[in-house]
């Protein structure tokens, strides 16, 4: 049988983790054969409500799930994780300027950050969602100076699978015969999603996009907009923001990181920039990515 794989989540006590610590327990992130140990992180006023998370996971009775560590020590959380899932953060309140938040976020993410690269396993691979998530995957960077930079990500996955999600929509195809669209930049309203290598399947084999969707006026304003806005209608649906299509999205990103994409397919991620694409080096931006086997653990 295989070692168990340690996954911490931060603010696990929250909506996002509410919704992704079950799918973690189950085997979606890491696969159906893989025991995993849940590492869960928040802070006081949350314990007792994390404490209840952890009851709920007892009661599942998940064959995968080895333990589960709720705290909400820092280090203890931290210690021994093979990945790091930063859902954790500072949310923006009213009368709040984005740079108070940021201030706020500096704080957290530079004291998980030394945290991690103090007691995490070696080769530790963090992915961050917490907003503004590309920033806050800088910052854990900054902080945490010995992680390997290609070890630090951000979350840009659930727009990927958005714009995925609406092309099929149009086409009335299957979503999982959709692939390769990109997102480009931060995880924010000033995203580009690309669909000019987004193919479909076909019986008479891959087509692109832009020749099944014959209507350009709507791949280039409304479905951009619809993408890059689609946050915000959840809020206004909801009433609450998107967790559950963001912690699927959270599986997708680690696993086809650890166990590579398919071949053929590419992903978006938020990764540091070394420069492609004439994007600067050293922002943390979101790219077309493929990940082969044995990116290891
Ligand atoms: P939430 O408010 O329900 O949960 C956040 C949790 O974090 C709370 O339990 C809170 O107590 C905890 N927390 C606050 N400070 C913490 C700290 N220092 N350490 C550990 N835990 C801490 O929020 P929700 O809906 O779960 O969203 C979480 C974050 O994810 C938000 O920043 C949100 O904007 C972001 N998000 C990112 C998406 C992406 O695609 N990148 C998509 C959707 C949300």
Request: with cysteine.
């Amino acid at each position: 049988a295989k070692d168990p794989i340690r996954v911490l989540v931060t603010g696990a006590a929250g909506q996002i983790g509410y919704a992704l610590v079950p799918m973690i327990a189950r085997g979606v992130m890491l696969g159906a054969d893989q025991p995993v140990i849940l590492h869960m992180l928040d802070i006081p006023p949350a314990s007792e409500s994390l404490n209840g998370v952890k009851m709920e996971l007892v009661d599942a009775a998940f064959p995968l799930l080895k333990g589960v560590v709720a705290t909400t020590d820092v280090v203890e959380a931290c210690t021994g994780v093979n990945i790091a899932v930063m859902v954790g953060g500072f949310p923006r309140k009213e009368g709040m300027e984005r740079k108070d938040v940021m201030s706020k976020n500096v704080s957290i993410y530079k004291a998980q950050a030394s945290a991690l690269e103090k007691h995490a396993a070696a080769n530790c691979k963090v992915l961050v969602v917490a907003n503004p998530a590309n920033t806050n995957a800088l910052i854990l960077k900054e902080f945490a100076p010995s992680i390997p930079e290609k070890n630090i990500s951000c979350l840009t996955r659930l727009d990927h699978n958005r714009a995925l999600g609406q092309i099929s929509e149009r086409l009335n195809v299957q979503v999982c015969d959709v692939k390769n669209v990109i997102i480009w930049g931060n995880h924010s309203s000033t995203q580009y999603p690309d669909v000019n290598h987004a193919t479909v399947k076909t019986p008479g084999g891959d087509m692109p996009v832009r020749q099944l969707v014959a209507d350009d006026d709507w791949l280039n304003e409304e479905f951009i907009t619809t993408v890059q806005q689609r946050g915000a209608a959840i809020i206004k649906a909801r009433k609450l923001s998107s967790a559950l299509s963001a912690a699927s999205a959270a599986c997708d990103h680690i696993r086809d990181w650890v166990l590579g994409t398919p071949e053929g397919t590419f992903v978006s991620m938020g990764v540091y920039s070394d420069g492609s694409y004439n994007v600067p080096a050293g922002l943390i931006y979101s790219f077309p990515v493929t990940c082969c086997d044995g990116s290891g653990l």
